[in-house]
């Protein structure tokens, strides 16, 4: 039963969607000021549609109705309530309905909170957002439906991927849509953009809430993938520049380039082709990071059950999407000459720009090369953290320069006497340097020049939050919070891994490891069953030799029940100066059980400043329209 | 719309782009190891452990009625297990070269292993970060395959050689 209503749900969706675009084409011919009443009644009944339809899947997870092949394939009667909620978009299907439905939203959200501006911009804006949404409702019936159903009713289903049943886990996907799929918003909008010739500072303020809103939520989601990442997967890293994290990141370098050149269009009303791609490129990036993890041809953790027919569909609508805006570009484009002068914000805008630009090709060909290869010579490679590291970490040094020193300079010109302050800064943060080197006793010059910039970064928007205590001037404060975290965050990065330790070994039960900080002693092994796995938990004494402090740390192997899945769940204890962390895996044919011990410092603070990042974001968006 | 050079490159580059992902679909990712069996191992090129100016290729193999590719690690306890049988198969089973390939492993370490416990191999290859392994399909050691002497595979066993292993490789090699 659910099965026709959804789909029936769905197909109101499309029926509506045609209605729109045709209804739009018809007023962008009349000269009224405002927009079509009936425009935003078919809008209002397509976003409830919309919405409904996704309850409706959700109903069919909590209710346990097999008869829906997404449902039998990704649930199970036994598993937690909150994860059979999570499990509606924990599958190919199901993810693609939720996609769906953001689309809309935004449309909704667009057509009606931008009313003060030109009709045939948001008729347009409109039209090109329906043709999205038809796009992806197709791939939805036709490929890819979530309500199909299965006859005879299965009586069981076959469960959720046991790594996928994390807290972490279950919120970090809808918030990358949000991020994602959000972008499309503005996509949608530099085309209408382009062909109503809407454009300048009043094209920049429409889109402005929205690329700060996906923003927001692209770096909460990539944060949150990251902290599943680290107490998940058990390899105790946290970024591990996989594909489909690479796949998240280049949309991310755009978006976050555009969010800064939208203020010079604003401001100056300049820059504005640039904008414009930056527009294009976030959204059509999302898009092929979907085909490339959807389709298969990236592996990874993050590997949907692949079928090509997929991959060719996205394909398609990837290329049309594409070829479009970029005809409609060529063709819209006009020349612009702006002269900006060295020492004005403008320039520092820029800057960052060509850093995101760079950090986005670099990510790009690592990403690319391999499936390259593959094709045109069928070489197999990966490419790893340490091509990325190499190239883009001495990158990251006059990148925080460049961002602690910029925001001080006014717009068109500045006369400041700032660069004795920048000379005190300097020298401070090299002296701050030198004691962490004192302590470490490792020496490099890059992890010399990391810690400078990033104390450099950090001093400097410690002084701005000063500045901002004594002058409460609101719209300086959500870049502080975002700059200040990022220089925390490459900052505690660098110490985590300066002072990381890291041990691997064989013990078996009543055996004792020393180490040269640390006496493990692996005292037992507990059976635990749970709801829908059984646990082989071991009991570790942890003794620290400096101040004989005990610590007792029990990881885990789990062996769940549908499907039957083996994890490893390693035991964490978070302190607040560092992170002590245990995994232990089963040596087939023996008694011995392999044992990974590693004392990472300042974990919880890398969360806490990537956090900030985002957090600066989340500020912006609650300042009032008069503030900002 | 008018034609310029950056145009034609940038659309001649995302024509580029777009042809490379819809090949790279049909390219089959799955390292799944039972399509193995019948296909022809290819392109390999194997480097001996102790001097590395020595390697053996495909053509080296074709000389062999049949081969025994093994992979193995000092790290690897079953490895230890299934070695009495590698040596068996030497002393016993003319018709069958073994070729060891030692996986992530440290030389010193894999060197110790072979001298403690007989080498049986007539070639040890070296793999130090894995990546040969990936070409032969392997997901983790051990792992045996067999070849015939134009290299089709004809049979993988994942996982130790036991009794039973040992009589069909025997059998099938008869």
Known sequence: MLSSVGIGLVILVLILSFLIIYIACLDLKISRQTVEKKIYNLSLFQITFTVLSFFTLIIAFISSDFSLINVYENSHTNKPFFYKIAGTWGSHEGSLLLWVNILVIFSYLFLVFNHTHNKNFRLYTLIFQNILILGFLFFLLLNSNPFSSIYPVPIEGLGLNPILQDPALAIHPPLLYVGFVGCSIYFSAAMASLVSGYSGKLFAISIKTWVKISWCFQTLGIIVGSIWAYYELGWGGFWFWDPVENASLLPWFAITALMHSLIVLEKRNALYSWVIILCLLTFILSVTGTFLVRSGILNSVHTFASDPSRGIYILLFLSFMIFSSLIIFFSKYKKETYNFNLKSREIFILANNWFMAFFLVTVLIGMLYPIFLDVLTSVKISVGPPFFNIVIIPLVVPFMFLMAVGPKFGWIKSKNKIFHKFLILILGAGTINLFIFYFSGKYSLLSNLIFISAIFLILHSLLDLKNFINNRNKLELPRIISHLGFGLLVFFIGINHQFSIEEDFNLKVGEIKKTNTYKISFEEIKIKESKNYKAVIGNFKLTNLKNNLVQNLGPEIRIYSNPETLTYEAAIRTKIHSDLYLTMSNVSRSDYYNIKFQKKPFMIWIWISALMISLGGFVQLTLKKNEN | ?174
């Open chain 2, 1 to 174: 719309m008018k034609i310029s050079f950056v145009k034609i490159i940038i659309f001649s580059l995302i024509i580029f782009i777009l042809i490379v992902f819809w090949r790279g679909l049909k390219i089959n990712n799955n390292y799944d190891t039972k399509s193995l069996i019948g296909n022809r191992i290819s392109n390999f090129k194997l480097f001996e452990i102790n001097n590395e100016d020595r390697y053996i290729y495909e053509e080296d193999l074709k000389k062999n009625k049949y081969t025994l590719i093994n992979f193995f690690a000092s790290w690897c306890a079953p490895c230890r297990a299934e070695h009495k049988f590698l040596l068996n198969l030497l002393n016993e089973n003319k018709e069958i070269k073994i070729i060891g390939i030692n996986f992530k492993d440290k030389k010193i370490n894999a060197n110790n292993f072979l001298k403690e416990l007989g080498n049986p191999y007539d070639f040890v290859g070296i793999d130090t970060d894995g990546k040969t392994s990936i070409l032969f399909g392997i997901y983790g050691i051990p792992e045996s395959i067999l070849i015939d002497s134009e290299l089709t595979v004809i049979k993988k066993i994942v996982g130790p050689i036991g009794q039973v292993q040992y009589d069909d490789i025997t059998k099938l090699t008869q």
